[in-house]
T-cell receptor, first 112, second 115 residues
Framework: QKEVEQNSGPLSVPEGAIASLNCTYS??????FFWYRQYSGKSPELIMS????GDKEDGRFTAQLNKASQYVSLLIRDSQPSDSATYLC????????????FGAGTILRVKS | DGGITQSPKYLFRKEGQNVTLSCEQN?????MYWYRQDPGQGLRLIYY???????QKGDIAEGYSVSREKKESFPLTVTSAQKNPTAFYLC??????????????FGDGTRLSIL
């Protein structure tokens, strides 16, 4: 099992819809989770961090964490074409010396 | 402005040549990292450093070398031993030596290709 798994997509949603991006991880004791957005040809940009079970909202973004299920998700409300990018889930794996482990990313396409 | 500066943006390597990628940060971060990203793949850790004059190998260190003589600088050398160096190289930093809950922030990257 990969340490961090994401569906590669592409996930296509119409403008204004909710985009739901999902991520599972293997380290049962991980405490820190991050979502990065990466535009084509650019470097990753941190958009959300979450450390506790439940939801964390920041503008149009909501991160959801369920440690019992080892699952973290990112919801993007009112999706815009400018949200089209690859979204990387990253988890600090305590089993691997607190290294930040990245998923391969989910491609999101928002159609206008 | 505070940030992480990588240079050059594009780099071409001839066969048998060593090349060095620069990474400088003025965020006063203790920890710095080098990643490699291949098309359609996630980031893979090459080397990291949590303190000046100390660094550790990541998952794919073979064919690479680093130094950390100053807190703000963490250059990466791609040696001739790295037979497939074509990739997007990303430098990152985080605030704490113990990065158990700190996010990493990235520079703009260097795209390396073989001539």
């Amino acid at each position: 099992q990969k340490e961090v798994e994401q569906n590669s997509g592409p996930l296509s949603v119409p403008e204004g819809a909710i985009a739901s991006l999902n991520c599972t991880y293997s380290d049962r004791v991980s405490q820190s989770f991050f979502w990065y957005r990466q535009y084509s040809g650019k470097s990753p940009e941190l958009i959300m961090s979450i450390y506790s079970n439940g939801d964390k909202e920041d503008g149009r973004f909501t991160a959801q964490l369920n440690k019992a299920s080892q699952y973290v998700s990112l919801l993007i409300r009112d999706s815009q074409p400018s949200d089209s990018a690859t979204y990387l889930c990253a988890v600090i794996h305590m089993e691997y010396g607190n290294k930040l482990v990245f998923g391969a990313g989910t491609i999101l396409r928002v159609k206008s | 402005d505070g940030g992480i500066t990588q240079s050059p943006k594009y780099l071409f390597r001839k066969e048998g040549q060593n090349v060095t990628l620069s990474c400088e940060q003025n965020l006063n971060h203790d920890a710095m990292y080098w990643y490699r990203q291949d098309p359609g793949q996630g980031l893979r850790l090459i080397y990291y450093s949590q303190i000046v004059n100390d660094f550790q190998k990541g998952d794919i260190a073979e064919g690479y070398s680093v130094s950390r003589e100053k807190k703000e600088s963490f250059p990466l050398t791609v040696t001739s031993a790295q037979k497939n160096p074509t990739a997007f190289y990303l430098c990152a930093s985080s605030i704490a030596r113990d990065s158990s809950n700190q996010p990493q922030h990235f520079g703009d990257g260097t795209r390396l290709s073989i001539l």
